[in-house]
């Protein structure tokens, strides 16, 4: 791949590391959860706070975002074997997420940005994975793929990329979101043959190795890096063909 794309790439996984987690939970809070008083009924109530750093360097905006995220946090976590507590976890919406979603002037700077990069989407199966596809409404077919692995420590998060209409804005690139099955659903050897298995697939629709890219943030990071590792240890030929493979954790 050219190293513009691959620089734009990289400097679009740092941005979505800190900005996919609140798109993506603002969208979740002006959702029907939002309308809903959610409470902790299956795990009681926690006496954690928190409050967050708040650096001199980052934009007003982000300040004011950041002062809101102040008290406590969450709820209690599930056993590693409770699937329905961690179904609960999914779905709860902290109430200072709630607030910062109905912030109007928030929401229209959140609302403004996402219009400057208009997309479309759709759901697929790579594999037998379920994935969403991902390119701005500029798009134009270059032979090139990003694939993305979403972050949410394993057991939370999905394939609906809040940022993807950027990220194939700013790249030019078509953007394979991996629906990966979630912990403790799925144990992590799972995960990683799951990702595996679309870049196969990606292969098998004509995609060269060398016009593949691999992004990862959080979680999805070491998933990513993981995957790729797993390709290599198995002895697949092309794997250091692979044009990036970018894992921000």
Same mark, same amino acid.
């Not at 709630?98 to 996402?114: G, Q, Y």
């Not at 890219?213 to 979680?219: E, N, R, T």
């Not at 970018?246 to 954790?249: E, G, L, N, T």
């Given at each position: 791949?050219?190293?513009?794309?691959?620089?734009?790439?990289?400097?679009?996984?740092? &941005?979505?590391l800190?900005? &996919? =987690?609140?798109?993506?939970? &603002?969208?979740?809070?002006?959702?029907?959860? !939002?309308?809903?008083?959610?409470?902790?009924?299956?795990?009681?109530?926690?006496?954690?706070?928190?409050?967050a750093? %708040?650096?001199?360097?980052?934009? !007003?905006a982000?300040?004011q +975002?950041?002062?809101?995220?102040?008290?406590?946090q969450?709820?209690?976590?599930?056993?590693?074997n409770?699937?329905e507590?961690w179904?609960?976890i999914?779905?709860?919406v902290?109430?200072?997420l709630?607030?910062? !979603?109905?912030?109007?002037?928030?929401?229209?700077?959140?609302?403004?940005?996402?219009k400057?990069?208009?997309?479309?989407? @759709?759901?697929?199966?790579?594999?037998?994975?379920? +994935?969403? *596809?991902?390119?701005? *409404?500029?798009?134009?077919?270059?032979?090139? $793929?990003? +694939?993305y %692995?979403?972050g949410?420590?394993?057991?939370t998060?999905g394939?609906?990329?809040?940022?993807?209409? =950027?990220?194939?804005g700013?790249?030019?690139?078509?953007? $394979?979101?991996?629906?990966?099955t979630?912990a403790?659903e !799925?144990? =992590?050897n799972?995960?990683?043959?799951?990702?595996v298995? %679309?870049?196969?697939?990606? *292969? *098998?629709?004509?995609? #060269?190795?060398?016009?593949i890219? $691999?992004?990862?943030?959080?979680?999805g990071?070491?998933l #990513?890096?993981?995957?790729?590792? @797993?390709?290599?240890? @198995?002895? &697949?030929?092309?794997?250091?063909?692979?044009?990036a493979v $970018?894992? %921000?954790?």
């Open positions: 791949m050219d190293r513009r794309i691959i620089a734009r790439t990289v400097a679009a996984s740092c &941005f979505t800190l900005a &996919f =987690w609140a798109v993506s939970l &603002f969208a979740q809070a002006t959702s029907k959860v !939002a309308d809903k008083s959610v409470r902790p009924t299956r795990h009681g109530s926690t006496n954690s706070s928190y409050e750093y %708040v650096p001199d360097t980052v934009s !007003a982000a300040q +975002v950041l002062r809101m995220m102040t008290g406590p969450g709820i209690p976590l599930p056993g590693p409770d699937i507590g179904k609960e999914r779905s709860y902290p109430p200072q709630k607030a910062i !979603a109905k912030n109007p002037d928030i929401s229209k700077r959140t609302s403004d940005a996402m400057r990069y208009p997309s479309t989407s @759709k759901k697929e199966n790579l594999g037998g994975v379920p +994935v969403v *596809e991902i390119v701005s *409404e500029k798009w134009q077919d270059n032979g090139k $793929v990003l +694939v %692995v979403h949410g420590g394993y057991v998060g394939p609906d990329f809040g940022l993807g209409g =950027w990220v194939s700013e790249t030019g690139l078509r953007i $394979v979101s991996v629906g990966y979630l403790p !799925a144990k =992590w799972q995960a990683s043959d799951q990702v298995a %679309v870049l196969h697939a990606l *292969e *098998e629709q004509g995609y #060269a190795p060398k016009n890219a $691999v992004l990862g943030d959080s979680a990071g070491g #990513a890096a993981g995957a790729v590792l @797993k390709m290599r240890d @198995k002895g &697949f030929r092309h794997t250091g063909s692979l044009s $970018v894992a %921000v954790v």
